[in-house]
């Protein structure tokens, strides 16, 4: 097991595309880290940077305290699993999990236990003799992990491994890796454009736009408070309602206004919030912040039903606030309303958010 650290690394492509820019991150020992962020965001060109796959522009990466930089990618001690598997399709599952170690010369005998020991674990004993051509898009995914597995690497790197499984074998596999990681207590650093796979898997978050970090923390410590507009907006699903709003005097408080909407600024925020009084602001709101019943710390607010996504175990209501924006809210499964209907919904006020219209920034407040 070792710790990762990246140190102001820098990827360019010719003649002058920054893939990268000016990322710091330390991975712990034995962490779970999620790279997160859309298509394009250069997370995928860190995790093969950390493989050895991509040349380093400039910085330093560490595996433990030795600099990796010039280090060739089979002396790292890494696993790698991709999004295709890059399984061999001409050998079986048998061959393709001990590959790695028979490139290495390892004794027969220890590549005959380490096998056998890791397709025990993935519960792939029944394929040893197949070969991936006959293998659902599961069992293609668990023969990959399975070829990482049987090296007995320092860290695991996953390029969006689940990306190519349908949702319930994804969210199966999503449980499973988790497992595996408790189990192995090995670092691991996840690529994945998946909301719901970083809030569910990672013990850390580390989400990037535009090749560089935006913010990094706990999942449930970047939901709730997010940096700026950009990790409200991208991280859950539906994301976090944005409106532009104003700061106004409320008696001997504040509000917040937009449209018809206007929202008692709570006193522990209300001197955070004070320098923007009489300014635009941008609110945030999140979904599950807006209730059918009244609730304690809610106002209420009349909207119009713009659409209703019935989707189970929860209904996602699209309303429109009168003189404002529409909002999505997450309410119970059974809600039902017909679009155009009016609606009255009660938006907790000690939940809002609000961020600089200029920086993007998150208005810093205390800690929810």
Do not use: W
């Not at 990246?6 to 991975?27: F, Q, S």
């Not at 298509?39 to 493989?51: N, P, V």
């Not at 659902?136 to 070829?147: D, E, K, M, N, P």
């Not at 600024?265 to 009489?278: C, E, F, G, L, Q």
């Amino acid at each position: 097991m070792t710790d990762i650290r990246l140190i102001d690394i820098n990827k360019t492509y010719p003649p002058d595309v920054k893939a990268v820019e000016d990322v710091n991150l330390h991975i712990r020992d034995g962490e779970f880290m999620i790279l997160l962020g859309p298509s394009g965001c250069g997370k995928s060109t860190t995790l093969r940077m950390i493989a050895g796959l991509e040349s380093i522009s400039s910085g330093d990466l560490y595996l433990g305290d030795r600099r990796a930089n010039d280090v060739d990618p089979r002396d790292r001690n890494l696993a790698i699993v991709f999004q295709n598997y890059a399984l061999y399709p001409h050998m079986t599952v048998r061959s393709n999990l001990s590959f790695g170690l028979r490139l290495r010369h390892a004794p027969v005998a220890e590549i005959e236990r380490r096998v056998k020991e890791v397709a025990e674990m993935l519960g792939i004993e029944p394929l040893l003799e197949r070969k991936p051509g006959a293998l659902s898009g599961g069992q293609r995914q668990r023969v990959a992990l399975g070829r990482a597995l049987v090296r007995d690497p320092v860290a695991f790197l996953f390029d969006e491994p689940l990306s190519n499984l349908d949702a319930k074998l994804r969210a199966s596999m999503r449980t499973e890796l988790v497992k595996l990681h408790q189990k192995l207590g090995r670092t691991i650093v996840h690529v994945t454009h998946d909301q719901v796979e970083a809030m569910t898997m990672g013990e850390r978050i580390c989400i990037m736009k535009d090749g560089r970090i935006v913010q990094v923390g706990a999942p449930l410590e970047v939901y709730r408070n997010p940096v700026n507009i950009f990790v409200a907006g991208f991280l859950a699903s539906p994301p976090m309602n944005l409106l532009d709003a104003r700061v106004v005097a409320d008696g001997d408080g504040l509000a917040v206004i937009h449209g018809e909407l206007r929202l008692p600024v709570p006193t522990a925020y209300a001197k955070a919030y004070s320098p923007y009084r009489d300014k635009p602001v941008i609110l945030g709101l999140r979904p599950e912040d807006i209730y059918e019943q009244p609730v304690a710390g809610g106002v209420a607010v009349e909207m119009s039903v713009v659409a209703v996504e019935s989707l189970g175990p929860e209904t996602i209501l699209v309303t429109a606030i009168r003189g404002g924006s529409e909002v999505s809210a997450r309410l119970g499964r059974a809600f039902t309303a017909r679009p155009g209907a009016a609606q009255r919904l009660h938006v907790d006020a000690r939940q809002i958010h609000l961020f600089d219209p200029a920086t993007t920034l998150a208005v810093l407040r205390p800690q929810a």
